[in-house]
Nanobody
Framework: QVQLVESGGGLVQAGGSLRLSCTASGMMFRINAMGWYRQAPGKQRELVAGIYSGGSTKYADSVKGRFTISRDNAKNQAYLQVNALTPEDTAVYYC?????????WGQGTQVTVSS
């Protein structure tokens, strides 16, 4: 059974940083592309970033230069480093696999940015 568990969210002031983690189990992590998505209140879920098994990455325009996706295949973990946060980044952040057409989603981790 595939499980994705996110962690690392929290309350941070504008301009701050967080490192989100996603731990995967029950899947061949190293051959799967991973995605990070977010959903803000009243808005649709949107792609934030994706990383292929070989390490190539893709970012939403709104986060380019501020967010960095990475992975550690030995630990079955994907990460999202989020910097220069603004209140507009407030959302529940989810990891998903296989990206870009996920079948599996984590429960999400809340990121709240205060102004």
């Amino acid at each position: 059974q595939v499980q994705l568990v996110e962690s690392g969210g929290g309350l941070v002031q504008a301009g701050g940083s967080l490192r989100l983690s996603c731990t995967a189990s029950g899947m061949m992590f190293r051959i799967n592309a991973m995605g990070w998505y977010r959903q803000a209140p009243g808005k649709q879920r949107e792609l934030v970033a994706g990383i292929y098994s070989g390490g190539s990455t893709k970012y939403a325009d709104s986060v380019k230069g501020r967010f960095t996706i990475s992975r550690d295949n030995a630990k079955n973990q994907a990460y999202l480093q989020v910097n220069a946060l603004t209140p507009e980044d407030t959302a529940v952040y989810y990891c998903a696999a296989p990206w870009p057409i996920p079948n599996y989603w984590g429960q999400g981790t809340q990121v709240t940015v205060s102004s």
